[in-house]
């Protein structure tokens, strides 16, 4: 036969609908509402329109500047945007996401979107002998990683209220000696634990596997764990662009560990690719770096109106967990998940609808602007009669 064996036991994650037949209100892939500042706009044409001649040449290997410019970013936003406080053009963090010590470049590491970092992470610290931990419901690119690189997996089932069962995956963790990962705020339930209680998590956990955090939505009101890293050798968080950055058409993600850590995922990279980042990618995520205020001003705003959308959902019979997210998991008593999602489209919106069994009754709203949230307001109104 033509094919692997391997391949013929893939089972690829399945992105978000890109129809290409009409033009919808995409609230169905937990983007941005919102372009990326304007600064990234004068830099990215800056950098194709008078220095043509490095599209020519390889670019950065290790992205020093983009690393620099990510460190920065958290150091003064603490690493959740919507918290932090901007002065004259100054951020400071919140009092409650100051990071007691400063993110060095070295503790950066930077891929081809967060999927890419993820993959590494996955090669670089899960063994094809050990089965890792992650609970039954969170972001299905896990389990697609899992099969590509023949890693054994356990699925924790979330709690009735659908945050996450601690005392079984530590318990499950113990005895697999596999390492644990999950996203913090969860996907697509929205829930997140706090950093206390990610610590107490950790600190029951064995020093001797790797821990991760996905903290892909934390911008939009969670807790990062960036402060827990003076504390614990063995935490790795992943982040992105794709949300809070207004970047997902970049393809940049990033994690924030330990250099001994940064180290081994830059080793996996070099293995692979040694040139993931393009040129142009680089300039726009370092001017996005340099540009917190906006992106501190757009992350609130989409937690604001998540807020607002929460209420309105709740006030017309929706069952909705209390999002940290750019997103709401939401069901409503008397309209399955999947008409739902069928009848919002024919008004030409999308939102996501998952086949998975145990979640299949639930939509997932993604926020975006205040305009387009009044406009899907107005049909789930008229669906509901």
Known sequence: MLISNRVRQLNPYVPGEQPKDRVYVKLNANENPYPPSSAVQKAVLDFVQNHPEKLSLYPDPDSL????????????????????????????????????????????????????????????????????VMPQFTYSFYPVYAGFYNIPMDQVPLKEDWSLDVDEMLSRAGKNEGGI?????????????????????????????????????????????????????????????????????????????????????????NSVNHFPIDAVAQVSGTAACRDVPYYVETSRKVAEERDKFYDFLKNKGFYVLKSQTNFLFARHPSIPGGELYKRVKEHGYLIRHFNTPGIEEFVRITIGTAEQMGGLKKIIEEIIK
Not at 108 to 129: H, K, M, Q, R
């Open 181 to 269: 990962i999950f996203a913090n705020p969860n996907a697509p339930t929205s829930l997140g634990l706090t950093r206390d209680e990610v610590r107490q998590m950790i600190k029951r956990a064995s020093q001797d596997e790797i821990f991760i955090v996905d903290e892909a939505y934390v911008d939009f009101g969670g807790e990062s764990c960036i402060p827990l890293l003076a504390e614990f050798k063995n935490l790795v968080i992943v982040r992105t662009f794709s949300k809070s950055l207004c970047g997902a058409g970049q393809r940049l993600g990033y994690i924030v560990a330990n250099p001994e850590l940064v180290n081994i995922v830059t080793t996996v990279k």
């Open 65 to 132: 500047e983009l690393h620099a410019a990510i460190a920065d970013m958290l150091n003064k936003s603490g690493g959740v945007l919507c918290r932090a406080h901007v002065d004259g053009g100054e951020v400071q963090p919140a009092p409650e996401d100051k990071i007691p010590f400063t993110v060095t470049p070295d503790m950066i590491y930077t891929g081809n979107g967060s999927d890419e970092v993820l993959s590494f992470v996955f090669y670089a610290f899960f063994d094809s002998s050990k089965k890792f």
